[in-house]
């Protein structure tokens, strides 16, 4: 039954309600309403009896009294005209009947006379009394012969007003359930559209009730899915690409590495099995040295990623002059534009074009767009670099006559590992970091990059937006572009590494720069040779077996305090990353130089030691 | 035919005193009805003020007032006595509510009669003529029993008032709507 009725859809389940509850309401007032008619009849009955019997006691108190039965059965005899009493008796006061009267089928008169309330029969007693005295009683009795029609016939009528109610509660019910239903039964079905997977909601139009409230929540709730659906399948094709994408980029990372490792693999091994010429060296060393600094370039773009990644960059902001930044970024990637010749164009402002940048960086990224231009350019074509002065601002503009941008490509020049070409036959080598190291380092020099294109083979410009720093003074020291040529004559140096190779560069490195060097494989006898005679400084590895460049720094520490010496120390590791560098400069070590290292770089920093704003890179 | 005179007799008498030795069945029986009469009488509202008692006046000349006063003895009738005395001269009937005369008393007491219908008193009697010489209530045997008349008219002009249930009873009433 329950389980019937609970699979019944919910318009029939409403109107099922409405008709069980309005029928039970009837049902109960016309039962209470019956019950009240019964009683009230016998409530009459018994009154009208009553009446009745006083009437009859007070008329034949004289038959009593004058002990006259005829007169008394006369008096008795009147009720005849009642039919529904059955029977009427008098009494004298000694309790002996005195006169009575019954309609046929009723008993004779009962021997004692006692009021009784029977279903059946009423039958009542009044007192005879005169002047005072009681001389009599008399009963009455009542059929109550009429009260199951009168049950019968109110129950009929009950059962009319049932059905008339019955019908009038159908009848409205149905039309007022629809108010609950109609919304609900749309719902439904829109949640069975929404299971298969389609997000239209249908109108749906309900009262401002509870209904309408869940019909519009229903509604929020849908387009919330509908709209993190949508993001879920853009996050997740994002994700797709981008994994592609690293795909690729390892791809690239793995033969930008490769390549030069072979060139310098290749001459290496020429060099050892046959007997060379000087001429042959020449050559080797020149290959080596190129592609030693290529792949040691694609190192470097691969921690500024990371750097920049991280949010560890750190710029050295100075005041500098974008012409002479240019300049130098031109003068850099001439030979190899002459090489294609490619003609190189610089125009610039003739007024000091300052901008507050790290001048290290900003070459990067002018480097950057023009080696891109150079190698995107046919030979024969032209790149032209030009500084456009602003109210507010320095326009840098790389423009080139090379293949140019495809406008589907053009907007994701500055991803990550993007590259217009990510096949492994493409023709351009590089990573795809270039464009989105300068970005990001633009950006951080709060300034903004662009490219623009006008298809395929037809050029490319790209143009740096820097701003231009207000109350500058008017030239400051173009530092980086003005590499001094460092020499440390004198300057003697304590260098310790576990690796030969490694030390016998770095010894070489110290000496052709004039520098006085006391080379150790072993801590130890370093230690030893430095407690002797303390240098001018100490370039320490920091990864060796036995005893590691920190406890050599708090060693050569112990000798200072024991002399009242400052020995600087250098770290000198390939430990790039940013926290290896954080570390050692917590710890003590005067700058941290990441292998491979530029040698003049490296000269620099050493001589940089005497002056007390000495910087690491 | 003696029966229901016994009957009725006997009935009308369980309630009273035991029965006297006195008297004739007939008059026990016409004491006993007598002796009801005042409950079914209204007298004019002056006629009793103040009195403890209601005196039923008997004028001698049978053995009524002894039976009456065996069937009445102790009797109350709404708070007062019933009393039964003798009269004889017109000045013993002021206080009567009731003068029974018999029938062989009735020549000698004429003017007494006569004095006792200008009073509220109910006049009785077995006097066969009573009714016509302004009598109220008249006594007599039907069929062996003892029955009354009425004359409602001499009752008003008495100024009594005499319950319908006693008119019912009666044998005959005469003297139109009382």
Known sequence: MRGWFASLPIHQKLIAFVLAVSTAAVLAALSGLLAFDIARFRSSAFDETQALARVIARNSSGAVLFNDPDAARDILQSVEVKPSVSRACLYAATGSLFAAYRRPPAPPCPAVAEEARGWRTLAVVAPVSRSGRMVGTVYVERRLADLPGRIFVTAAAALVMLIVAGILAFALARRMQQLISRPIVALAGAARAIGRDRFELPEISAPPDETGELVRSFRDMVQRLASANAERDDLLRRERQASRLKDEFLAALSHELRTPLNAILGWTQILEATDPDPQMVAKAVASVSRNARAQSRVIEDLLDVSRIVTGKMQLSLAAVDVRATLQAAVDVIAPAASAKRIRVDVAVPPVPCIVQADPDRLRQVLWNLLSNAVKFTDAGGTVAASVVEGEREFSIAIADTGIGISAEFLPFVFERFRQADGSPTREHGGLGLGLAIVKDVVELHSGTVRAGSDGPGRGATFIVVLPRLVGAPEAAPPRATIAPLTRLDGVDVVAIDDNQDALEILGRVLVSAGAHVRAFSSPESALADIRRAPPFAVLCDIAMPEMDGFAVLAAIAVLDRERGTTTPVLALTAYAAPADREKSRAAGFRAHIAKPYDAAELVRLIAAIRSPSSQST | ?178
């Open chain 2, 1 to 178: 035919m003696l029966v229901p005179i016994v009957a009725l007799a006997l009935a009308a008498l369980s309630d009273a005193a035991p029965a006297s030795a006195q008297g004739t069945l007939k008059s026990k029986v016409e004491a006993a009805i007598v002796s009801k009469f005042p409950q079914f009488v209204e007298w004019p509202a002056g006629a009793l003020n103040g009195r403890a008692t209601i005196d039923l006046c008997v004028v001698p000349g049978d053995g009524m007032q002894r039976d009456l006063e065996d069937v009445v003895s102790g009797d109350r009738i709404d708070g007062r006595t019933v009393a039964v005395r003798r009269v004889e001269r017109d000045a013993d009937l002021s206080g009567c509510q009731l003068l029974f005369v018999p029938a062989s008393a009735i020549p000698s007491h004429r003017a007494l009669l006569k004095r006792a219908a200008a009073l509220p008193v109910l006049t009785v009697s077995d006097d066969e003529g009573f009714l016509e010489g302004g009598g109220i209530v008249r006594l007599r045997e039907v069929d062996g029993r003892v029955r009354f008349d009425v004359d409602a008219a001499s009752a008003a002009r008495a100024g009594l008032r005499i319950s319908s249930q006693l008119l019912q009873l009666a044998a005959s009433v005469r003297g139109g709507p009382a």
